[in-house]
């Protein structure tokens, strides 16, 4: 089925989102042990001073480690037989459905992103060839903004399905549940709201607002203004690498300056846009081996309940 287009969890993203905290019981059973250590890096990976898309690339590393030892967990002679006793349970088709969902959004978003890239390719191929005076960018640039609103679009839709789904998670597992089972919901759910706040990151950083200066040079340093955007000497302060871009190449079509200045406007471009090529690299990355794992939960739940 052809997919629609579209393009790391804190307190901060918890209150943000509405996302509800799962508070892990103090002991925990040795097999889940590893992966309440993992949930707990992924809770502080915001507080990190990189990039919007290097701490976005950083909270799906840590997702591959956790669904890595999710399925470990997963493979244990004593989950598969206490699952098992449970299989026509309603929160057991809650933790089945979860990985299905989070696959769509993730494919939708690795189209997106495909998409983006390919756009992003033909901007550095065209800024390459411009030399000063030249006015043909323009089409380009025009087709990438273009795309960037389809994006927007595809992930809104997402980002309202991701909501949907934090809201009806149950926060707490049937407590009549023994020991193990009982701390294995836990965590798989704990996992699937910070995978949620993850996914939306990205989302959010995907649909980000376009900084486009049309049809007015002064609207568009209000926008900036508004944004808390602080420009000084060609650097920008406040904005993700895809802002970043739609600045530079802002400055790229703005013909009101001498030739030496539209210069290091070109080579502005360049940098940007290669960072940014570098930085979706990065995330489609982490959102391949993030698909082979959740792919690999989806099945051994599959073989759990239905043997």
Same mark, same amino acid.
């Given at each position: 089925m052809k997919r629609e287009i579209i393009a790391t969890f804190s307190s901060k993203n918890s209150s943000r989102y509405g996302i509800r905290s799962i508070s892990l019981p103090a002991r925990s059973h040795p097999s889940?042990?590893?992966?309440?250590?993992?949930?707990?890096?992924?809770?502080?990976?915001?507080a990190s001073s990189?990039?919007?898309?290097?701490?976005?690339? /950083?909270?799906?590393?840590?997702?591959?480690?956790?669904?890595?030892?999710?399925?470990? *967990?997963?493979?244990?002679?004593?989950?598969?037989?206490? %699952?098992?006793?449970?299989?026509?349970?309603?929160?057991?088709?809650?933790? %089945?459905d979860c990985p299905v969902k989070?696959?769509?959004?993730?494919? +939708?978003?690795?189209?997106?992103? %495909?998409?983006?890239k390919? /756009?992003?390719?033909?901007?550095?191929s065209a800024v390459r060839r411009r030399k000063v005076g030249d006015l043909g960018i323009e089409t380009h640039v025009s087709a990438y903004f273009s795309l960037r609103r389809n994006v927007r679009k595809v992930c809104t839709k997402s980002l309202v399905i991701l909501k949907q789904m934090d809201? /009806?998670?149950?926060?707490?597992?049937p407590l009549d549940l023994k020991n193990h089972v009982s701390a294995v919901v836990r965590v798989l759910?704990?996992?699937? *709201?910070?995978?949620?706040?993850?996914?939306?990151?990205l989302l959010l950083f995907l649909s980000s607002q376009l900084l486009k200066s049309k049809p007015s040079k002064w609207a568009?340093?209000?926008?900036?203004?508004?944004?808390?955007?602080?420009?000084? +000497? +060609?650097?920008?302060?406040?904005? +993700?690498?895809?802002?970043?871009?739609?600045f530079a190449l802002n400055a790229l079509v703005t013909n009101d300056s001498g030739k030496v200045v539209e210069a290091d406007k070109i080579e502005s471009a360049k940098r940007r846009l290669q960072g940014l090529v570098v930085g979706i690299e990065g995330i489609d990355n982490g959102l391949e081996c993030l698909f082979r794992h959740l792919i690999n939960i989806r099945v051994s739940f599959l073989n759990i309940i239905s043997p």
């Open positions: 889940t042990a590893r992966i309440e250590e993992e949930l707990n890096k992924l809770r502080s990976w915001e990189a990039s919007k898309v290097k701490t976005i690339c /950083s909270g799906l590393s840590g997702l591959v480690v956790l669904y890595k030892c999710i399925e470990d *967990l997963l493979k244990l002679p004593l989950t598969q037989q206490a %699952l098992a006793q449970h299989q026509n349970e309603k929160w057991v088709d809650e933790l %089945l989070f696959l769509d959004v993730l494919g +939708n978003t690795r189209d997106a992103i %495909l998409l983006l390919g /756009s992003v390719g033909e901007l550095q809201a /009806s998670s149950d926060a707490s597992p759910r704990e996992a699937s *709201l910070i995978t949620s706040s993850i996914f939306q990151s568009f340093v209000s926008r900036l203004a508004q944004k808390g955007v602080l420009v000084c +000497n +060609n650097q920008q302060e406040g904005v +993700n690498e895809l802002e970043k871009v739609d």
